[in-house]
């Protein structure tokens, strides 16, 4: 693998030359609101395969053949809990849940009410005993370098212990933020209680935002956030690394930040 450049800075000056200074002058917020007024916008998505793959699947400039690549490396924007429920198992389609909630707190549709005293929200309501029948999940809003829009990965029940491991990780060493760094996200293949092989989400610190980074993403990060509040529930996100058959054990805490 090539060796990792830093961002630099044009001798004598303060320009940023990082692949992130092309969103410095963007309004997010303006450029939604006057170019995509009234069209049905949604963010590309970044898949996380089934069955134990190992490369994720990002949109590249043919929409019928995504890029396979085993790593790749991204800010995050902002990130929030959601739950996703069908009474009936997802079969496909376009099928919306018939409960969901986007801040992991209310659900909406049939339950709903609060997330924390729902009977679907509890281990051992899953497929065969096993698991939750209502699926953690967390969104990520995701910027690489020399692009202007989020990317959304959904990551799965069984990614969420290793995302929370590495959030930890961040704030525990100079109180850092997931939106100060560049991520680095790759996969591994793991196993649930019940043999069942999946991918896994693994996370690591590619390099830290240089000051000047910080305060464009910053801005960055502040308008993605309440953008994502229009944002709905994508079809597939419920399924993206085949989630449905692939909890932790009933004994394994899930943190949720």
Do not use: W
């Amino acid at each position: 693998m090539a060796a990792r450049k830093e961002p630099d800075k044009m001798q004598g000056t303060d320009v940023v030359t990082s692949g992130f200074a092309v969103i410095t002058d963007v309004n997010f917020s303006k450029m939604m609101a006057d170019e995509f007024a009234g069209l049905d916008i949604s963010f590309d998505r970044i898949k996380i395969p089934a069955g134990g793959g190992l490369s994720y699947e990002i949109p590249g400039d043919d929409p019928d053949a995504p890029d396979a690549v085993k790593e790749f490396s991204a800010v995050i924007l902002y990130h929030h809990p959601m739950f996703v429920y069908y009474r009936d198992k997802y079969t496909g389609g376009n099928a919306p849940p018939d409960c969901s909630s986007f801040d992991g707190e209310t659900g909406e549709g049939d339950p709903a009410g609060m997330c924390s005293k729902c009977e679907y929200n509890e281990f051992g309501t899953g497929d065969n005993g096993v698991g939750k029948a209502c699926k953690a999940r967390r969104r990520l809003y995701l910027l690489r370098e020399g692009e202007l829009f989020p990317m959304i990965l959904s990551l799965p029940t069984g990614s969420l212990k290793p995302f929370s491991a590495y959030l930890m990780r961040l704030f525990g060493k100079g109180g850092r933020l997931s939106s100060e760094v560049v991520t680095r996200f790759s996969l591994k293949r793991a196993t649930n209680s019940t043999g069942v092989v999946y991918s896994q989400g693994q996370f690591a610190v590619d390099r830290a935002l240089t000051p000047e980074e910080k305060a464009i993403i910053g801005r960055m990060a502040d308008q993605v956030k309440v953008y994502s509040r229009s944002v709905g529930f994508m079809f597939n996100e419920a399924v993206d690394g085949d989630a449905a058959a692939r909890e932790p054990a009933e004994d394994e805490d899930i943190p949720l930040f």
